[in-house]
C-alpha cells in the first residue's frame, strides 16, 4: 500500500513569509508525527497527534509553528513569519497506533528559508 | 529529559565485514528502542523495534540487542554489503511520554566494495 507523503518536497522561501507543509499519512495510522531534522542532526520531536487533537505539541520550538489535522488523516505544519533558523527536513510520521508502534517516515519536507 | 548518543559518528568497513553500531541512552525507563536507516536525501526507514521486556530482535542479516539497566544497544550487521552504506539512527521515547521520541545523531555507515 502506500506509504507516508509529503509535499511539497522541497519549498524554497523569503524571511518572513508563511509556509505550510502537508503530510499524508498511511491510511488507517491514528497517529502522526512531526520532526524537523537539521544537517548532520537526527530528527528532533515537534508534535504528536492521536486522532484529530494534538495529544503533544511540547517539541514546537516557538507559537510561530502549528500544526492541525481536522479530520484525523492529513496534517498540515504551518509556520508564520519564517527565520533562516527554519531551515531544515521536515519529516513526518505515521503509526497504527499511540502505544510505541513502529512509526512510519515519510520522504521529508527539505525547507530553505532565504 | 532523554539523551541519546551513537558512537562511532561515521564508520568504513570493507565488503564482507561484520560490524557493530552502539547506542547508548541515559533514562532506562525505556517503552521501546527503535534502529532506523536513513539514506541521504531520504525518509527513515524502520529497521527494528525491540520492547522493553526483550533483549534481541533479529531481522536477516540485522540482530539489535537491548540492555537497559546499562542503557546500551548495539545493532550487529553481518557480512556488509555495500547496499547498507546509509545513516543507521536509534531512537528510544522520553520518559513520562513513549509517544515523544529522543533520536541519536546517528552512525554513517560506508561499505566499500
Known amino acids: 500500500g502506500a506509504g507516508v507523503s509529503q509535499t511539497p518536497s522541497n519549498k524554497v522561501t523569503e524571511k518572513g513569509k508563511y509556509v505550510e507543509l502537508r503530510c499524508d499519512p498511511i491510511?488507517?495510522?491514528?497517529?502522526l508525527y512531526w520532526y524537523r531534522q537539521s544537517l548532520g542532526q537526527g530528527p528532533e520531536f515537534l508534535i504528536y497527534?492521536?486522532?484529530?487533537?494534538?495529544?503533544?505539541d511540547s517539541g514546537l520550538p516557538n507559537d510561530r509553528f502549528f500544526a492541525v489535522r481536522p479530520e484525523g488523516s492529513v496534517s498540515t505544519l504551518k509556520i508564520q513569519r519564517t527565520e533562516r533558523g527554519d531551515s531544515a527536513v521536515y519529516l513526518c510520521?505515521?503509526?497504527?497506533?499511540?502505544?510505541?508502534?513502529?512509526?512510519?517516515f515519510g520522504p521529508g519536507t527539505r525547507l530553505t528559508v532565504l | 529529559k532523554q539523551e541519546v548518543t551513537q558512537i562511532p559518528a561515521a564508520l568504513s568497513v570493507p565488503e564482507g565485514e561484520n560490524l557493530v553500531l552502539n547506542c547508548s541512552f541515559t533514562?532506562?525507563?525505556?517503552?521501546?528502542l527503535q534502529w532506523f536507516r536513513q539514506d541521504p536525501g531520504k525518509g527513515l526507514t524502520s529497521l527494528l523495534l525491540?520492547?522493553?521486556?526483550?533483549r534481541e530482535q533479529t531481522s536477516g542479516r540485522l540482530n539489535a540487542s537491548l540492555d537497559k539497566s546499562s542503557g546500551r544497544s548495539t545493532l550487529y550487521i553481518a557480512a556488509s554489503q555495500p547496499g547498507d552504506s546509509a545513516t543507521y539512527l536509534c531512537?528510544?521515547?522520553?520518559?513520562?511520554?513513549?509517544?515523544?521520541?529522543?533520536f541519536g545523531t546517528g552512525t554513517k555507515l560506508q561499505v566499500i566494495p
Open positions: 510520521a505515521s503509526s497504527l497506533g499511540p502505544a510505541g508502534d513502529t512509526q512510519y
Open positions: 533514562d532506562s525507563a525505556i517503552y521501546n
Open positions: 531512537a528510544v521515547p522520553q520518559a513520562g511520554g513513549y509517544q515523544k521520541v529522543t
Open positions: 497527534f492521536q486522532g484529530t487533537g494534538a495529544a503533544d
Open positions: 491510511s488507517g495510522h491514528t497517529a
Open positions: 525491540i520492547q522493553s521486556s526483550q
